[in-house]
């Protein structure tokens, strides 16, 4: 199947098989089938199936799935049997949480560089990454192969600040910055917007507490 037809639907559901298959990997499990896997992932098993047939099934009647060649395969469909480089706009908590995060590293998600407006935050080293400041940017980027840059820094300067990162090359952005950006068709943005996510957390808690009302 031609991967541009494959929906978002599929597409985030995959690194959640990953996760749950690493884990499988973990407690020595050489094979699942896809009803165990529904059970532990609460999809169902049909859909497991569905998702999976989209890159070719995997699967093998009678024996399952194979879980160290699917989390191999499906590392694959989702890049990580590469490094990624990766930068972080914007050192405050939120950009020094995430360059503190050494689970990304696991995955193949090197943060290489680390930037900042602010001259009292340069210098300062975060996990071997000294915090540069934004004029040293455009010429860090020529010099390292950057494939993710991340932005962490108030909505005021991310139009800005990504249209510098397009000009100068940069083609994913992970973005958290509260403002959906403009950019051209041919750049990736991934938009992480926390208080949203908290927002549909309430809204749930808040039908849930309407519904049991009523019991």
């Not at 993710?148 to 100068?168: G, Q």
């Amino acid at each position: 199947m031609d991967e541009k037809s494959i929906s978002k639907a599929v597409i985030r559901r995959l690194p959640r098989y990953y996760r749950y298959l690493g884990e499988l990997l973990e407690e020595g499990v050489e094979r699942i089938s896809s009803n165990e896997l529904s059970s532990k992932m609460h999809v169902t098993a049909s859909q497991i199936r569905q998702d999976l047939n989209n890159f070719g099934g995997f699967g093998q009647q009678g024996y399952g799935y194979n879980v160290p060649y699917l989390y191999a395969e499906i590392g694959k469909i989702l890049g990580l049997d590469r490094t990624h480089h990766i930068i972080i706009i914007g050192a405050g908590n939120l950009g020094q949480a995430l360059a503190n995060y050494v689970k990304f590293e696991k995955r193949g998600f090197k943060v290489v560089g680390i930037f900042d407006i602010n001259p009292v935050l340069k210098g300062i080293s975060i996990r071997g990454n000294e915090i540069r400041m934004m004029d040293e940017l455009p010429e860090f980027l020529r010099e390292n192969d950057v494939q993710i840059a991340t932005l962490t820094l108030p909505k005021a300067y991310a139009e800005e600040t990504a249209n510098l990162l397009v000009e100068n090359g940069i083609k994913a952005i992970w973005n958290f910055a509260h403002l959906d950006l403009a950019v051209p068709e041919d750049v990736i943005v991934e938009n992480v917007h926390l208080s949203e996510s908290l927002m549909r957390l309430s809204y749930n808690l808040n039908r849930y507490n309407t519904e049991h009302k009523k019991e």
